[in-house]
């Protein structure tokens, strides 16, 4: 079945700096989606990115924080960027459609992010 | 937007038990309901989903029923063994791809 591989798996990083995450899938995708959660909360979306467009942003996400790419079919990139400790967080990607047509999401492992 | 509620937030049961994870949702345009299984470190992943044209889906042991009415639907899970132990979310959408609205939660520990 396809993957989806996501890294840096954790990271622990300094107030102040940015991280990106790397998001590949093995096969051709349109959309990937990128979600937050919390420390024992459920998944919040952060963005949806299509190929060759801007992301979409939920409500409380901008791009100056979560700068988005997607350069191809098979990868995207979230930045945290100017981190503070509320940004520690479960970062996850995720696509549509992996199990078939119509089978919702299939999510990444997942990039968990300490910030001191 | 769609609300969706989930309950209890933690279930402890013994193995072989069974588990009820209960869902509700707002939004009567909502017609995809995934079930979510995530274990420590791993991101969620897909056990079941149901949409509204039908009343109960099954897969071995877990089971899905629906009630669009009442708009609810619930996770079953029959003969619990240890690994079941997770957290579970449900999720609604109007269609699969589409923006998922996710439950807060259930973590189940199954008791040896």
């Known amino acids: 079945s396809a993957v989806i591989s996501q890294k840096p798996s954790r990271d622990i990083c300094q107030r102040g700096t940015s991280l990106t995450i790397q998001c590949q899938v093995d096969?051709?995708?349109?959309?990937m989606f990128w979600y937050r959660q919390q420390p024992g909360q459920s998944l919040t979306l952060i963005a949806t990115a299509n190929q060759g467009s801007e992301a979409t942003y939920e409500s409380g996400f901008v791009i100056d924080k979560f700068p988005i790419s997607r350069p191809n079919l098979t990868f995207s990139t979230l930045t945290v960027s100017n981190m503070s400790p509320e940004d520690s967080s479960i970062y996850l990607c995720s696509v549509e459609g992996l199990r078939g047509i119509g089978h919702g999401y299939t999510f990444g492992s997942g990039t968990r992010l300490t910030v001191v | 937007g769609e609300n969706v509620e989930q309950h209890p937030s933690t279930l402890s049961v013994q193995e072989g038990d069974s588990a009820v994870i209960k869902c509700t949702y707002s939004d009567s345009a909502s017609n995809y309901f995934p079930w979510y299984k995530q274990e420590l470190g791993k991101g969620p992943q897909l056990i079941i989903d149901i949409r509204s044209n039908v009343g109960e889906k099954k897969d071995q042991r877990i089971a899905v029923t629906l009630n669009k009415t009442a708009k609810h639907f619930s996770l079953h899970i029959t003969e619990t063994q240890p690994e079941d132990s997770a957290v579970y979310f449900c999720a609604a959408s109007v269609r699969p791809g589409n923006q998922f609205y996710f439950g807060t939660g259930t973590s189940l520990t199954v008791i040896p």
């Open positions: 096969s051709q995708v349109t959309m």
